[in-house]
């Protein structure tokens, strides 16, 4: 049979369009096979890995903040374990996530109507919510003990801050409060979750890093399910924050704010040569486990640490630095003025009064201490002018910060106005007019009075994870640059405040044997009251310790007000008592745990 070809018309009935779909089909199939032999073959490690993560949940680890100690050990500040309630409604229908959480049993206040719905419209739909935190272990037990019955729950583990003695220490210590929105660049992952709590004054923010640690990971294998497989890998252990170590005495710390019950005012004692801080006690203070309270220990809460932050005109106690000016301009300290109450300034309306109105009579530079005679510092400022005083008074630390290891400390100028008249001048002479210091500067001062060096006042005496790994802080000194004959000068004439019968200190029985030396200060204030200051050293053969007293708004002076509190200062750091001795509660803190 003789073959013949079909004519090209024959195949008129496979159009283009089914050609083209065929064509399509073909190259579907042949991705199809090459993402196949991709995902199997080529790439089956890389997904085979991915396939097992999903298996697990990576769980951050908590950790102690690190506690806070006196200088006797006694802890101040530490942590106490508390468990939260976290959800997740991942896979689970809105009535199914609204019955989860009604069978936890929270309150309208804990978890209210408003919250769920938000709970619900929140994406990506993992996202963890936490629903309570800082509870004990009672109320997540029934959760730890049945979690099958709690979908969508976990229980995490946390620490909530203990303060032993929270009004007292709360201007030094601080306190801790959560994160907020607007802060998490400040404070960012992984170290930092929005829950962490973080510190807010104080040491708990001057040493937010070094308190704060590191959290750890662990990975847990889970069922589809969400059940646990396997006990958990830890990737990276948690490291707890380091303890800080310090330079106050709590016994003195309490003491002091015992003696301000119901003032508004400083107390400070320090050591003379290292600048360590004793007691820096502020009043008015807080509650730091309550920090939004509005009373506090029978007074309006006060935030403000005084001792670092009050600007006060510091009145007579600055004449130690008009002293030293005088001397410096060489001026004989043997040389005798006339006090008769008054200093008339040449131009000016009204005269400058003395502390006695009727006058000192005649008196020599340590007389003009001992008695606190304003018209010898009068005769002073209108002979050399601001500038020899203000040039001193830098040197003696004054419109400076002095250094202390605790946020916002102040640096008042020591005068308002740029370049004071006559009339002004002569108030600064006498540490009043526009003049401001703090009380810090002024213990700074008197420390290099007492030694001829201005130490870095400090708090903290050491930092480490342990008592045997502490590393102690060294704080660097200023030679201050008065001689010591000068120096000498004057500390004849502040012992002679205390010991001797006129001295405006004298009435407050300060007992000779203590060889204490100081000088009083009454300031007027804005409200038109007195501010009483008493500053100090003791002793005077081999200074040791340096105080400062400061109360705000009396209708006395400084000797009568602020001498006699640091009378009972003193007295409590040469003769310490056992709590045996002590009338109605112990003084002694007891110890709270350690870093659990």
């Known amino acids: ?51 097992r993560e999903n298996l697990y949940i990576t769980k951050r680890l908590s950790y102690p903040r690190g506690n806070i100690l006196d200088r006797d050990g006694v802890v101040l500040a530490t942590n106490q374990k508390t468990y939260a309630l976290t959800f ?39 996202t963890r919510h936490t629903l309570v935190s800082g509870v004990a272990l009672e109320r997540v037990l029934p959760m730890l003990e049945r979690p099958n019955d709690f979908p969508g729950v976990r229980v995490e583990t946390g620490f909530t801050r203990e303060y032993a003695m929270p009004e007292e220490f709360a201007h030094v210590i601080g306190y801790t409060s959560a994160i907020q929105p607007n802060e998490t660049k400040a404070y960012p992952r992984p170290r930092y979750l929005p829950d962490d709590r973080v510190g807010r ?49 709590s016994r003195l710390q309490k003491k ?25 006690a502020s009043s008015p203070t807080y509650d730091p486990r309550n920090p939004a309270g509005e009373q506090t220990l029978g007074m309006p809460s006060g935030y403000m640490n005084l001792a670092t932050r009050g600007g006060y005109a510091p009145g007579s106690t600055m004449k130690i630095v008009g002293a030293a000016t005088m001397l410096r301009a060489g001026a004989d300290p043997l040389r005798k003025i006339i006090c008769d109450g008054d200093f008339h300034l040449p131009g000016w309306g009204r005269a400058f009064h003395c502390a006695v109105r009727s006058g000192h009579g005649s008196v020599t530079l340590a007389d003009a201490i001992k008695e606190s005679c304003n018209v010898y510092f009068y005769e002073a400022g209108s002979e050399l002018g601001a500038e020899p005083l203000f040039a001193m008074a830098r040197e003696f630390g004054f419109e400076e910060k002095t250094g202390i290891d605790l946020p916002g400390e102040r640096a008042p100028k020591l005068c308002a106005v740029e370049n004071p008249g006559p009339g002004e001048t002569t ?65 004849d004439g502040l012992w002679r405040v205390v010991n001797e019968r006129g001295g405006t200190a004298f009435k407050a029985e300060i007992p000779r044997a203590w060889d204490v030396a100081g000088k009083t200060g009454t300031a007027e204030n804005p409200q038109g009251s007195n501010d009483a200051w008493f500053a100090g050293f003791f002793p005077r053969a081999n200074p040791t310790h340096v105080f400062v007293v400061h109360i705000e708004s009396t209708d006395k002076h400084g000797g009568e007000v602020a001498g006699p509190i640091a009378k009972q200062m003193i007295d409590a750091f040469l003769h310490p008592v056992s709590d045996a001795q002590v009338a109605g509660a112990p003084m002694a803190v007891a110890a709270l745990p350690a870093n659990p």
């Not at 004692?269 to 360590?276: C, I, P, R, T």
């Not at 420390?447 to 704080?475: N, Q, Y």
């Open 88 to 126: 997740n409604p991942y896979g689970m229908k809105d009535a199914a996530a609204r019955e989860a959480l009604g069978k936890l049993g929270l309150d309208e206040t804990e978890l209210p109507e408003s919250r769920v719905d938000e709970i619900l419209a929140t994406r990506p739909r993992w």
């Open 427 to 491: 108030n600064l002479w006498i540490g009043q007019g526009s003049m401001l210091a703090t009380p810090i500067q002024v213990a700074r001062a008197y420390a290099g009075i007492a030694t001829g060096s201005l130490p870095t006042p400090h708090v903290v005496a050491a930092i480490g994870l342990s008592d045997d790994d502490r590393k102690e802080i060294v704080t660097p000194h200023r030679a201050l640059n008065v001689s010591a004959v000068d120096r000498a000068v004057i500390v």
């Open 201 to 249: 004054t104080g040491l708990e923010q001057r040493y937010q890093d070094e308190l704060a640690g590191n959290p750890g990971r662990e990975r847990l294998k889970r069922d589809a399910r969400g059940a646990r497989l396997d006990d958990p890998e830890l990737l990276a252990s948690s490291e707890p924050g380091k303890n800080l170590y310090l330079t106050l005495d």
């Open 256 to 280: 002091a704010m015992e003696l301000l019950r119901g003032e508004k005012g400083t107390i400070i004692l320090m050591e003379a040569q290292s600048g360590a801080v004793l007691a820096m």
């Open 1 to 51: 049979m003789q073959y013949r070809s079909r004519p090209l018309r024959d195949f008129e009935h496979f159009s283009r369009a089914k050609l083209l779909a065929w064509a399509v089909v073909v190259v579907c199939f042949s991705l199809l096979v090459a993402q196949l032999l991709r995902l199997t073959v080529f790439q089956h490690e890389k997904y085979l890995s991915q396939a």
